[in-house]
Protein backbone atom coordinates (compact mmCIF):
# COMPACT_ATOMS: atom_id res chain seq x y z
CA UNK A 1 0.00 0.00 0.00
CA UNK A 2 0.89 3.31 -1.10
CA UNK A 3 0.82 6.42 0.08
CA UNK A 4 -2.54 8.52 -0.94
CA UNK A 5 -1.57 11.05 -3.87
CA UNK A 6 -3.51 13.93 -2.53
CA UNK A 7 -1.10 13.47 0.78
CA UNK A 8 2.21 13.24 -1.28
CA UNK A 9 1.37 16.47 -3.13
CA UNK A 10 0.10 18.61 0.02
CA UNK A 11 2.60 17.02 2.54
CA UNK A 12 5.43 15.97 0.70
CA UNK A 13 6.30 17.39 -2.78
CA UNK A 14 4.88 20.91 -2.49
CA UNK A 15 6.68 21.53 0.60
CA UNK A 16 9.62 20.79 -0.97
CA UNK A 17 9.22 22.27 -3.96
CA UNK A 18 8.51 25.25 -1.67
CA UNK A 19 11.79 24.48 0.41
CA UNK A 20 13.63 24.78 -2.77
CA UNK A 21 12.41 28.15 -4.05
CA UNK A 22 10.11 26.54 -7.13
CA UNK A 23 6.87 26.21 -6.35
CA UNK A 24 5.29 25.16 -9.61
CA UNK A 25 1.75 23.17 -10.05
CA UNK A 26 3.76 21.38 -13.21
CA UNK A 27 6.57 20.32 -10.95
CA UNK A 28 4.07 18.80 -8.56
CA UNK A 29 2.23 16.86 -11.09
CA UNK A 30 5.32 15.59 -12.99
CA UNK A 31 6.98 14.17 -9.37
CA UNK A 32 3.50 12.95 -8.40
CA UNK A 33 3.29 11.36 -11.76
CA UNK A 34 7.25 9.40 -11.64
CA UNK A 35 6.38 8.68 -7.88
CA UNK A 36 3.53 6.34 -9.55
CA UNK A 37 5.74 5.05 -12.12
CA UNK A 38 8.53 4.65 -10.46
CA UNK A 39 7.46 3.09 -6.86
CA UNK A 40 3.40 3.35 -7.51
CA UNK A 41 3.54 6.22 -5.11
CA UNK A 42 5.28 3.83 -2.38
CA UNK A 43 4.22 0.23 -2.18
CA UNK A 44 8.08 -0.52 -4.13
CA UNK A 45 10.27 1.52 -2.65
CA UNK A 46 13.64 -0.64 -3.67
CA UNK A 47 13.61 -2.24 -6.40
CA UNK A 48 16.09 -3.47 -8.95
CA UNK A 49 16.23 -0.21 -10.83
CA UNK A 50 16.56 2.29 -8.25
CA UNK A 51 15.58 3.76 -4.46
CA UNK A 52 12.07 5.38 -3.27
CA UNK A 53 9.44 7.24 -4.25
CA UNK A 54 11.12 8.02 -7.64
CA UNK A 55 13.73 4.93 -8.23
CA UNK A 56 16.98 6.77 -8.34
CA UNK A 57 19.52 4.39 -8.62
CA UNK A 58 22.62 4.84 -6.51
CA UNK A 59 25.00 6.35 -9.38
CA UNK A 60 22.44 9.04 -10.72
CA UNK A 61 22.54 10.24 -7.11
CA UNK A 62 25.72 10.62 -6.81
CA UNK A 63 26.40 11.83 -10.40
CA UNK A 64 24.00 14.36 -9.59
CA UNK A 65 25.42 15.34 -6.51
CA UNK A 66 29.48 15.41 -8.31
CA UNK A 67 28.36 17.44 -11.50
CA UNK A 68 25.36 19.72 -10.53
CA UNK A 69 25.08 19.93 -7.06
CA UNK A 70 28.71 20.26 -6.38
CA UNK A 71 28.91 23.60 -8.92
CA UNK A 72 26.05 25.15 -7.04
CA UNK A 73 27.44 25.34 -3.16
CA UNK A 74 24.12 27.16 -2.05
CA UNK A 75 21.72 24.50 -4.23
CA UNK A 76 23.80 21.93 -2.38
CA UNK A 77 23.82 23.17 1.49
CA UNK A 78 19.96 23.14 0.92
CA UNK A 79 19.19 19.91 -0.65
CA UNK A 80 21.44 18.81 2.34
CA UNK A 81 19.52 20.14 4.65
CA UNK A 82 16.86 18.00 3.84
CA UNK A 83 18.72 14.93 4.85
CA UNK A 84 18.91 13.20 8.15
CA UNK A 85 22.08 14.49 9.80
CA UNK A 86 24.25 11.55 10.54
CA UNK A 87 22.55 8.53 8.74
CA UNK A 88 23.45 10.51 5.18
CA UNK A 89 27.14 10.41 6.32
CA UNK A 90 26.97 6.53 6.76
CA UNK A 91 24.54 6.07 3.86
CA UNK A 92 23.74 8.42 1.88
CA UNK A 93 22.38 6.68 -0.67
CA UNK A 94 19.31 4.82 1.98
CA UNK A 95 18.35 8.62 1.81
CA UNK A 96 16.63 7.93 -1.53
CA UNK A 97 14.46 5.46 0.43
CA UNK A 98 14.01 6.65 4.06
CA UNK A 99 13.76 10.31 3.63
CA UNK A 100 10.48 11.51 1.11
CA UNK A 101 11.48 15.09 1.19
CA UNK A 102 14.98 14.40 0.33
CA UNK A 103 14.04 12.21 -2.34
CA UNK A 104 11.52 14.38 -3.61
CA UNK A 105 14.47 17.67 -3.83
CA UNK A 106 17.03 14.79 -5.81
CA UNK A 107 13.72 14.27 -7.99
CA UNK A 108 13.45 17.65 -9.14
CA UNK A 109 17.12 18.18 -9.22
CA UNK A 110 17.46 15.19 -11.49
CA UNK A 111 14.75 17.05 -13.58
CA UNK A 112 16.28 20.37 -13.21
CA UNK A 113 19.71 19.55 -14.22
CA UNK A 114 18.30 17.96 -17.30
CA UNK A 115 17.48 21.40 -18.38
CA UNK A 116 14.10 20.56 -20.07
CA UNK A 117 11.31 22.81 -20.66
CA UNK A 118 8.23 21.72 -18.62
CA UNK A 119 4.67 21.34 -20.58
CA UNK A 120 1.70 22.52 -19.06
CA UNK A 121 0.62 20.86 -15.83
CA UNK A 122 -2.36 19.19 -17.44
CA UNK A 123 -0.27 17.83 -20.37
CA UNK A 124 0.27 14.51 -19.16
CA UNK A 125 1.47 12.81 -22.69
CA UNK A 126 4.65 16.34 -22.21
CA UNK A 127 5.31 15.22 -18.20
CA UNK A 128 5.51 11.37 -19.59
CA UNK A 129 8.02 12.31 -22.04
CA UNK A 130 10.12 14.41 -19.37
CA UNK A 131 9.71 11.37 -16.72
CA UNK A 132 10.94 8.87 -19.63
CA UNK A 133 13.87 11.37 -20.26
CA UNK A 134 14.60 11.60 -16.96
CA UNK A 135 13.50 8.69 -14.79
CA UNK A 136 12.96 5.72 -17.06
CA UNK A 137 14.72 6.11 -20.62
CA UNK A 138 12.95 2.32 -21.70
CA UNK A 139 9.37 3.32 -20.38
CA UNK A 140 6.31 4.71 -22.85
CA UNK A 141 4.56 7.40 -22.30
CA UNK A 142 1.50 4.95 -21.86
CA UNK A 143 3.37 3.80 -18.89
CA UNK A 144 2.84 6.93 -17.27
CA UNK A 145 -0.35 7.56 -18.37
CA UNK A 146 -1.62 4.04 -16.64
CA UNK A 147 0.60 4.80 -13.61
CA UNK A 148 -1.31 8.02 -13.15
CA UNK A 149 -4.43 6.65 -13.94
CA UNK A 150 -4.45 3.42 -11.94
CA UNK A 151 -2.94 5.27 -8.75
CA UNK A 152 -3.54 9.30 -8.60
CA UNK A 153 -6.92 9.35 -10.42
CA UNK A 154 -8.52 11.31 -13.54
CA UNK A 155 -7.56 14.71 -14.83
CA UNK A 156 -8.95 16.47 -11.99
CA UNK A 157 -6.26 15.54 -9.54
CA UNK A 158 -3.63 16.80 -12.24
CA UNK A 159 -3.56 20.51 -10.38
Same mark, same amino acid.
Given at each position: MGIAASDLRQHVIRPTLHYLQRPSSTAETLLLGAAACQSALGSALDCGNGRGLYGI??? $? %? +? +???? $? %??ALDPDLASQVRGLASQHAFLAAPHLELTVNLRYATAIAWMLVESSILVLPAADDLIGMAMIWRQVFHPEGSPRDFIDAWQRHVGGLSQVA
Open positions: SDE $R %H +Q +QLWD $R %HL
